[in-house]
């Protein structure tokens, strides 16, 4: 077949989608906008007749928009169900619209000549409504003009655009202009282009041997380019393991070297006998004081080595979120500083009920450790579709939006956090059992100081 012949059929099928396009539009969607426009209008004979500064003709407006307008008590609403013409949840529902001061539409049934009809229930005064019904036979009427009227148009449409298809079908020579922009992109190593007509002809063979050649080429480039990519994520990311084991080990040997000197200290004072029976006690005391710090460093350690390098356990297992914070509350709640509740109480997710547990701890007695002001900590829980968000509240005046670039990092600690307990892995060790959870998580800070750490769980 030649490509004069081949452009022609290719136009006019175009032309055919067009029209097939639009008379299923005016056959599927045309009543939808004719009732749409006329709710509209009811509608603001509804407003006019309500309106007070308005001197109605209740005749004229019948008239003008083929309806009726009755001016009726709420208690007559009942005869609807009588008539066996509504249910009483659509009373309800009318009832409830009109205590809201809304319109509402329902489409009902007449035995009489009016047939099928839409009525709008509209507020009028406190005890009554305005019921304004126009017959649906008179809307068909119009559709059914409006659609011979279309059919018209379509078939001048068909004549029009088939002759136009004709016409240019001698002229356009699109598979060859076609080729000409595929071969400029791939001068400019632009490979998204392909010629993808299944044609039979010289142009269809020519077409496919661009297509190969670019085809070739992107997949050399790319290796090309993946390898570099490769190579370059390597050496960045040495860098990084590198920079993180020679930080890791100055932290950690910072964190140690303050208790085990002070275990030294006293344990030379014990051995050398310089104190008496009563500072004896208090040696030991701060002895085992420091012993149980680097014992709690040492496991949060443990924990967070386990965590990446992968052979962290869970057992998954349904739990009753609001329990789990509900006992946090009552330990942390103190006469100067509550712990707040908000949000759904019976909110079942599934999690590792241990880990979780010390996610919610931590966030928590952080949130008391560093407020500021006097506001107390909420703990707010929400459904947001299939998942649970918590989310923890204090208000903070020494967080910025800068710190939270660094604080979910092992060994982090804020300027706020100076003089108080802790070794700056907590938030670390959050971070790794939500990871390990699937969750998303973060933080952010919103109006008046308020500091928002949130996670989220699947629900049951």
């Known amino acids: ?64 928009n083929n309806a009726e307008i009755t001016i009726k008590k709420i208690d007559q609403l009942e005869r609807f169900v009588y008539k066996k013409q509504l249910i009483e949840s659509d009373i309800e529902e009318i009832k409830e619209s009109l205590k809201e001061e809304e319109p509402i539409f329902k489409t009902l049934n007449y035995e009489d000549y009016r047939g099928r009809v839409l009525v709008l229930f509209m507020p009028y005064r ?9 017959p649906l036979s008179l ?7 409006s659609i011979k009227y279309h059919v018209q148009i379509i078939i001048l449409a068909f004549i029009i655009g088939s002759s136009m298809a004709f016409i240019f079908s001698k002229t356009m020579v699109t598979p060859i202009l076609e080729l000409k922009e ?26 496919e041997a661009i297509n190969l050649m670019g085809k070739t080429l992107e997949k050399n480039i790319d290796e090309i380019n993946k390898a570099n990519i490769k190579l370059t994520e390597d050496i960045e990311k040495e860098k990084k393991i590198d920079k993180l084991r020679k930080e890791f080990v100055a932290c950690v040997s910072h964190e140690l070297k303050t208790p085990i000197a002070i275990i030294q200290g006293y344990a030379q004072g014990l051995m050398e006998n310089v104190a008496n029976e009563e500072d004896r006690n208090f ?48 330990k942390y709640s103190t006469k100067t500083r509550k ?39 909420e ?22 939006v800068k710190d939270l670039e660094t604080i979910w990092n092992p060994f982090v600690r804020l300027d706020s956090a100076i003089g108080k307990e802790g070794h700056g892995l907590g938030l670390a060790i959050v971070a790794g059992i939500l990871e390990n959870h699937k969750s998303q998580y973060g933080v952010y800070i919103s109006e008046k100081n308020h500091v928002n750490f949130w996670f989220e769980l699947n629900i049951i």
Do not use: H
Not at 139 to 145: D, F, K, S, W
Not at 300 to 327: C, H, P, R, T, W
């Open 1 to 64: 077949m030649k490509i004069r012949w081949k452009i022609f059929f290719i136009m006019w099928s175009m032309v055919m989608m067009m029209i097939g396009g639009f008379a299923i539009t005016n056959t599927v969607y045309l009543e939808k906008f004719y009732i749409a426009n006329k709710k509209d209008k009811l509608i603001q004979v509804g407003k006019v007749i309500a309106d007070p500064n308005y001197i109605v003709d209740f005749r004229n407006l019948e008239i003008q």
């Open 126 to 134: 406190s005890d009554r409504y305005l019921e304004i019904n126009t």
């Open 139 to 145: 809307i068909q009427e119009g559709l059914e003009l």
């Open 182 to 207: 595929i071969t400029q992109k791939i001068s400019k190593l632009d490979f998204s282009r392909k010629f993808e007509d299944m044609r039979k002809d010289e142009i269809g063979e020519l077409g």
């Open 283 to 330: 040696y030991c005391e701060v002895i085992i004081d420091e012993s149980y710090k680097m014992d709690s460093l040492v496991k949060e350690l443990l924990l967070i080595s386990q965590i990446e390098a992968g052979y962290f356990k869970m057992n998954m297992e349904e739990v009753n979120i609001y329990e789990l914070i509900k006992d946090l509350i009552e």
């Open 339 to 377: 712990v707040n509740f908000s949000g759904e109480k019976n909110i079942f997710v599934m999690c590792d009920e241990k880990y979780i547990d010390r996610v919610l701890d931590n966030l928590i007695v952080n949130a008391i450790k560093y407020s500021s002001g006097e506001e107390d900590v």
């Open 379 to 400: 703990v707010k829980v929400e459904k947001i579709e299939k998942k649970c968000r918590i989310t923890v509240i204090n208000e903070s005046e020494y967080l910025t």
